[in-house]
T-cell receptor
């Protein structure tokens, strides 16, 4: 069975600084997808970034980028130039491919606080 | 914009009551999901549905049932609510291989 581990329950960063959130996973699959989701306080969960395991290049979305290390089964999220609006719970998630009814397996989350 | 809506943001029920949580999506998604979110445990899948009238158990189905009579609507049912079902419930939907969209959540308190 697949598992996703986020070892940092809480983190904080000053505005404009860079922060990295850690995620490791365990799977015997060779092809899969990894995701980072953001859940702002009292707001809906939204997708931040997605990585396909067969792609060597790390995914990037504006200030958000990942460091995907397939051999180490590591998938960290880097937030550059942190903004107050980045304050949220961040969840790392795994999905098998080919799509098996799109079941996501989530980590326990990291609460990120951005300070002015 | 994709919209996933849930019938209530906050709900308070008594032990033993039958509880219905409703979820509606407006993007013609095939798949719909119910998750439970608890501090320190992340999101755990309760049930999902990949088609009308089809359902499959997730990781924690005990004490819950679901209904999907129409493609856009997926209901979570607590037949006899218990205090250990106090939690945040999140509904989600997607088309196969696409981004999963989440509703705003229902915070259920069972007293």
């Amino acid at each position: 069975a697949q598992t996703v581990t986020q070892s940092q329950p809480e983190m904080s960063v000053q505005e404009a600084e860079t922060v990295t959130l850690s995620c490791t996973y365990d799977t015997s699959e060779s092809n899969y997808y990894l995701f980072w989701y953001k859940q702002p306080p009292s707001r809906q969960m939204i997708l931040v970034i997605r990585q396909e395991a067969y792609k060597q290049q790390n995914a990037t979305e504006n200030r958000f980028s990942v460091n995907f290390q397939k051999a180490a089964k590591s998938f960290s999220l880097k937030i550059s130039d942190s903004q107050l609006g980045d304050t949220a719970m961040y969840f790392c998630a795994f999905m098998k491919h080919p799509y098996n009814t799109d079941k996501l397996i989530f980590g326990t989350g990291t609460r990120l606080q951005v300070f002015p | 914009d994709v919209k996933v809506t849930q019938s209530s943001r906050y709900l308070v029920k008594r032990t033993g009551e039958k509880v219905f949580l409703e979820c509606v999506q407006d993007m013609d998604h095939e798949n719909m999901f119910w998750y439970r979110q608890d501090p320190g445990l992340g999101l755990r899948l309760i049930y999902f549905s990949y088609d009308v009238k089809m359902k499959e158990k997730g990781d924690i189905p005990e004490g819950y049932s679901v209904s999907r009579e129409k493609k856009e609507r997926f209901s979570l049912i607590l037949e006899s609510a218990s205090t250990n079902q106090t939690s945040m419930y999140l509904c989600a939907s997607d088309s196969p291989g696409e981004e999963q969209y989440f509703g705003p959540g229902t915070r259920l308190t069972v007293t």
